[in-house]
């Protein structure tokens, strides 16, 4: 019934940028906060940036300044503007939806959201 799908994934060099998209059909980002997760081999998944119904903003210390999300509530799209890659950003990147208007005080656990897309590969080369 709900599908959430990524997209954007690739390969990019050290410093480079890459914007990644997330649609849902099924569900209206109305309503919803949205969140960008990601996971490396062998490590936990864990929260990048969060965006609430209203807009407000939450992002992990090691992305601040660097990545921006933003959303579309009439396109049910979200976005993630990634700038000035490095290589530890190299992971799978997973768009989520949760329900209620606001992000979660612990936004970054992905215990917290509800519905998830099954990910695009990030790989940054130094």
């Known amino acids: 019934q709900v599908q959430v799908m990524e997209s954007g994934g690739g390969l990019v060099q050290a410093g480079g940028s890459l914007r990644l998209s997330c649609t849902a059909s099924?569900?209206?980002?109305?309503?919803?906060?949205m969140g960008w997760f990601r996971q490396a081999p062998g490590q936990e998944r864990e929260g990048v940036s969060c965006?609430?119904?209203?807009?407000?903003?939450a992002y992990a210390d090691s992305v601040k300044g660097r990545f921006t999300i933003s959303k579309d509530n009439a396109q049910n799209t979200l976005y993630l503007q990634m700038n000035s890659l490095k290589p530890e950003d190299t992971a799978m990147y997973y768009c989520?939806?949760?329900?209620?208007?606001?992000?979660?005080?612990?936004?970054?656990?992905?215990?917290?959201?509800?519905?998830w897309g099954k990910g695009t590969l990030v790989t940054i080369s130094s």
């Open positions: 099924g569900l209206t980002f109305d309503g919803h906060h």
């Open positions: 989520a939806a949760g329900r209620g208007l606001y992000c979660s005080r612990s936004w970054w656990r992905a215990d917290g959201m509800d519905y």
């Open positions: 965006i609430s119904h209203y807009g407000d903003t």
